[in-house]
Antibody, heavy 119, light 107 residues
C-alpha cells in the first residue's frame, strides 16, 4: 500500500532554515509528481510546491517562492523541502502528497510534520 | 490566483440527512475541481476529482457536480463518519488553490 512518511519538523527561529523529507513506498515513485501542502494551526489547506516525476520542473506558491526549494531523489524514493528565511507565518503542519496521475490533485497524503517558527 | 469560496462555513445536520456543499470559483476552472474530507488530527482524503469522478474506495453516497465556476458536493445520507471538514481545490491554473472549507457538524 502507498505510504508517505514525513520527517524533519522542528522548532526554528525566524530567519532560520529547515529541511523536510518525505519517504515514499508502495508505488512507482519515479512515475509520479509530488506536492507539499501545509496547514497552519486551526486553518485551512495551502498548496506550497510541486515537482514533476523526473524533477525537471517545479512550481511554487508566491508565499514561499525564493525561500523554499523542492527536490527529489528517485533512487531513494524521497522528496525534500528545503525551507530558508523562515517566518512566523510558515508555522504549520507540512504534508507531502502524491499526485493522482490524472491532473494535479492529491490522492495520497502523509501524516504531516509540524514546523514551528518562533523565537 | 483563482479564489475558491465555499459555503456555508458550517452545516449542522443529523445523520441520515442530505448535505449540499457549495464551491464557487473566481474564474472558470472548467471541470478541474476536487473535493477532500479532513477529520481532526488526520490528513485530508481525496473524495472527488474532475468535478464528478469518485476517487478509489469512496462510497457512492458522495457525488460531485458542476463546471465552470459553480460546483456542488452532495452527501446523499450522512453517516456518523461523514462529520468532518470538506475542502474544494482547483487545478486549472497555477498556483493550485483550496477553498476555505465547510464544516459539517452534528445537529
Amino acid at each position: 500500500q502507498v505510504q508517505l512518511v514525513e520527517s524533519g519538523g522542528d522548532v526554528v527561529q525566524p530567519g532560520g532554515s529547515l529541511r523536510l523529507s518525505c519517504a515514499a513506498s508502495g508505488f512507482s515513485f519515479s512515475s509520479y509528481g509530488m506536492h507539499w501542502v501545509r496547514q497552519a494551526p486551526g486553518k485551512g489547506l495551502e498548496w506550497v510546491t510541486f515537482i514533476w516525476s523526473d524533477g525537471s520542473d517545479k512550481y511554487y506558491a508566491d508565499s514561499v517562492k525564493g525561500r523554499f526549494t523542492i527536490s527529489r531523489d528517485n533512487s531513494k524514493n524521497t522528496v525534500y523541502l528545503q525551507m530558508n528565511s523562515l517566518r512566523a507565518e510558515d508555522t504549520a503542519v507540512y504534508y507531502c502528497a502524491k499526485e493522482l496521475g490524472r491532473g494535479y490533485y492529491f490522492d495520497y497524503w502523509g501524516q504531516g510534520t509540524l514546523v514551528t517558527v518562533s523565537s | 490566483e483563482i479564489v475558491l469560496t465555499q459555503s456555508p462555513a458550517t452545516l449542522s445536520l443529523s445523520p441520515g440527512e442530505r448535505a449540499t456543499l457549495s464551491c464557487r470559483a473566481s474564474q472558470t476552472v472548467s471541470s478541474y475541481l476536487a473535493w477532500y474530507q479532513q477529520k481532526p488530527g488526520q490528513a485530508p482524503r481525496l473524495l472527488i476529482y474532475d468535478a464528478s469522478n469518485r476517487a478509489t474506495g469512496i462510497p457512492a453516497r458522495f457525488s460531485g457536480s458542476g463546471s465552470g465556476t459553480d460546483f456542488i458536493l452532495t452527501i446523499s445520507s450522512l453517516e456518523p463518519e461523514d462529520f468532518a471538514v470538506y475542502y474544494c481545490q482547483q487545478r486549472s491554473n497555477w498556483p493550485l488553490t483550496f477553498g476555505g472549507g465547510t464544516k459539517v457538524e452534528i445537529k
